[in-house]
């Protein structure tokens, strides 16, 4: 056990309280101090989220602390997403949910019942080192003691291009998540809504650049900005006043941000060691914020009361989430990308939008989705070819001169434009030139590197070139790509990757290697 008398833990959110219980749990001869510079009324954010699964770590980890946020929390059983010409409803996507407010407090009196203390108003100067065995910086994506210190923590930080606001309201918003896309005559907005077992919800307000603007609400920014007002919080609560049945938002201080996305070369120096946003950030449109602030408040205290020193500790602790965090953030930059452009997408046929916003991340697979919505992709496989048990590549396709009785092409039935996919996984579609095409061609995208591994990136790129050319779009697949697993398996195979790409509106052919 590694000889820690002294714990200082910089910042009271959800990562730096859980740590102080976790460590007091593993370690209870180390006195543990919790610094917060601001008041434990001063709570930012209205409701966060939680799946099942990390729901179950911490019951593990931590049996009374799981029982009081389970106790707390509102259990949430789908997704629905209204349009402007159609709301849709997919089942199988349960998380709960809780206030940030009743989460803090939860995890305070558990940190302070097991001898944590928690003081507030209690600022550490950025660049400071207290003098304790480990200090611990868990003070959120913009902590100012890690960039202090940047250089040593190697910290990297890139900034998405959508704008955001945080937001609640009274509104009763049932029991499950919902995304309201609106189109508004300076642009589309979209809202990301969810109750809270306490009363009303969390509403999180996103639009790109040009729509923020026209709006009129460049007048705060990123960072510093002023805080939206009563009069901007009227203006959105009338956006969205159908679907929050009129009864507004509040949250006046809220400020419009840009996502910023957080990595470092290393978690620790010296003493000090990075924990939860301070560490890392992934966009919150995947729901793993605190998620992966929970997890590493658990791997941090396991790693320092399993290991005789400090830097082994530190060492176990990265060790041991650098690889949940990557995967993490790797599904989380492609939703982010999608939020960046999702107006682009407004004009898709209802369910051809529902499953591209369903599909944006490479974790829901067509056999995801078949377990949790079958209906629903029955009714999307329907709408796209009018045969719920045909596969999508079966039905005939039809655009201008071009007539094929399948989805499968080559070169000798018609001409291709080649049009390479980015190098870059990353590309976001504000900035990716679209091709020109001459009339009568079909876009071949081609991927950049073997067609299984940059399947997701090729067609999200094939899905910008077919809504931004409108021309017909296709992708390299193997020979046998309808060989081995079909749809029905319980596999991420090439036929169901081939035939979710065709329903979500991302393709419209496959051309076959010889």
Not at 285 to 297: H, I, N, P, R
Not at 468 to 474: D, E, K, L, Q
Request: negative net charge; charged residues 25%.
């Amino acid at each position: 056990m590694v000889d820690v008398k002294h714990v200082v833990i910089v910042g009271a959110g959800p990562a730096g309280l859980f740590a102080a219980r976790m460590v007091r749990l593993l370690l209870p001869d180390a006195a543990v101090e919790v610094c917060e510079r601001a008041g434990p009324d001063e709570v930012t954010g209205f409701g966060v989220t939680l799946s099942a699964r990390t729901l179950g770590g911490i019951a593990e980890a931590d049996p009374d602390t799981h029982r009081r946020i389970a106790a707390a929390s509102l259990p949430l059983s789908g997704i629905e997403i209204a349009l402007p010409a159609a709301t849709l409803r997919y089942d199988g996507f349960e998380v709960a949910s809780i206030s940030r407010s009743t989460l803090l407090a939860i995890l305070r009196e558990q940190a302070e019942a097991v001898g944590a203390r928690v003081r507030y108003r209690s600022a550490v100067p950025p660049g400071a080192v207290p003098d304790a065995d480990v200090v611990v910086f868990a003070d959120g994506a913009a902590s100012a003691h890690r960039n202090a210190r940047a250089a040593a923590f190697g910290t990297v930080t890139r900034t998405g291009a959508a704008r955001f606001v945080w937001l609640g309201t009274p509104a009763d918003l049932g029991g499950r998540t919902s995304f309201a896309f609106v189109r508004t005559p300076h642009g589309p907005m979209a809202a990301h809504c969810y109750p809270h077992a306490d009363a009303g919800g969390t509403v999180v307000v996103e639009t790109d650049e040009t729509t923020w603007r026209a709006a009129g609400f460049a007048g705060s920014d990123t960072i510093g900005g002023a805080a939206i007002g009563e009069d901007a919080l009227a203006r959105l609560g009338d956006v969205f006043a159908e679907h929050l049945g009129g009864a507004g938002l509040i949250g006046a201080r809220g400020r419009w941000g840009r996502f910023t996305v957080v990595t470092n070369r290393s978690w620790s120096a010296g003493n000090a060691v990075l924990l939860g946003d301070a560490a890392h950030t992934a966009h919150f449109t995947v729901g793993s914020g605190t998620k992966l602030a929970l997890e590493d408040a658990m791997a941090l205290a396991s790693a320092l009361a399993a290991h005789p020193e400090r830097a082994a500790a530190f060492r176990a602790y990265e060790e041991a989430r650098r690889g949940p965090v990557t995967r993490t953030q790797r599904l989380a930059a492609p939703s982010m990308r999608w939020w960046e452009s999702f107006g682009r997408r407004l004009d898709l046929p209802p369910e051809e939008f529902g499953l591209h916003f369903l599909t944006r991340t490479p974790a829901m697979t067509y056999a995801a989705l078949r377990r949790r919505c079958p209906e629903r992709l029955a009714e999307a496989a329907v709408s796209f070819g009018g045969d719920a048990d045909r596969h999508a590549v079966d039905t005939p396709f039809e655009h201008g001169s071009i007539r094929l009785p399948h989805r499968v092409v080559s070169e000798g039935v018609v001409r291709f434009a080649e049009v390479p996919c980015p190098e870059d996984p990353d590309w976001s579609e504000l900035d990716a030139p679209l091709p020109k095409v001459e009339d009568g061609r079909v876009v071949l995208v081609q991927a950049a590197g073997p067609e299984w591994e940059r399947w997701h990136e090729t067609v999200r790129y094939a899905g910008m070139v077919r809504a931004g050319t409108g021309r017909p779009v296709a992708v390299r697949v193997p020979a046998d790509w309808r060989d081995g697993p079909g749809l029905d398996a319980d596999d991420d195979s090439w036929s169901a990757r081939v035939h979710l790409a065709l329903l979500s509106g991302r393709i419209d052919l496959i051309a076959a290697a010889r």
